[in-house]
């Protein structure tokens, strides 16, 4: 199936980042963006069914592929233009403050998904404290509720194969299980899809990282 960049179809604006950081840091990227290549039918959801989404990267290094479809380059997990990386919702169900998986640079070492994991333990200690109200709890809840209600709806559609999301317990726990160790958040544990699509990955606390079914 033909691959096409998405921004010569559609005006996504900010919701399709850049990768490398546009063509004045890496000519891997055109003035549209390069790495923003999609499979045809890919492109139709993404300027439909998937208008919920803030995409990052969708193709891996401008979609060179080898013969059997495989992406070469860098992001050699993006295979043949069908699977893509997305935000998470934030706190508000929206993509505008950094619980949308914005990693940070601790001690040299970058931390997926790093404001997360600060509200976790943020809303860990207002409970064992004792404290009242319990703003990052309420907001921890929030959080969770609408990445609930994100992963629901790509795991309905039956184009998307697989959903991976962040496996460390810290974000695994909260969003999946309902609970901060053995602190229940009184949400319930999720209830995941009879085909079981949403799967913990390494290094996938900033973002999820969405298959197609090729």
């Not at 439909?48 to 380059?73: E, H, M, P, T, V």
């Not at 997926?112 to 943020?122: L, P, R, S, T, W």
């Not at 809303?123 to 609408?146: C, F, R, T």
Request: with cysteine.
């Amino acid at each position: 199936m033909p691959l096409f960049e998405v921004r010569n179809y559609y005006d996504f604006g900010d919701s399709l980042e850049l990768r490398y950081g546009g063509p004045a840091n890496d000519p891997r990227e055109d003035k549209k963006g390069g790495d923003g290549w999609a499979r045809g039918d890919m492109l139709i959801w993404l300027g439909g069914g998937g208008d919920f989404l803030k995409y990052n990267d969708i193709s891996g290094a401008n979609a060179w592929q080898d013969a059997a479809g495989k992406s070469l380059g860098a992001h050699s997990a993006h295979k043949g233009g069908y699977e893509i990386d997305a935000r998470y919702y934030d706190e508000n169900g929206e993509f505008k403050t950094v619980m949308c998986g914005q990693s940070a640079y601790i001690n040299d070492v970058l931390v997926g998904g790093y404001y997360i994991k600060q509200m976790v333990e943020a809303a860990e200690a207002e409970v064992e404290q004792g404290k009242d109200p319990k703003p990052n709890w309420d907001k921890l809840k929030k959080w969770v509720d609408y990445n609930r209600l994100l992963l629901a709806q790509l795991a309905s559609d039956d184009l998307i194969q697989l959903i991976f999301i962040g496996k460390e317990d810290w974000f695994w726990e909260p969003l999946m299980l309902g609970k901060i160790k053995e602190l229940d958040l009184g949400v319930g544990a999720y209830v995941q899809d009879p085909k079981k699509k949403v799967i913990g990955y390494p290094d996938h606390e900033s973002h999820m990282h969405i298959r197609f079914n090729p």
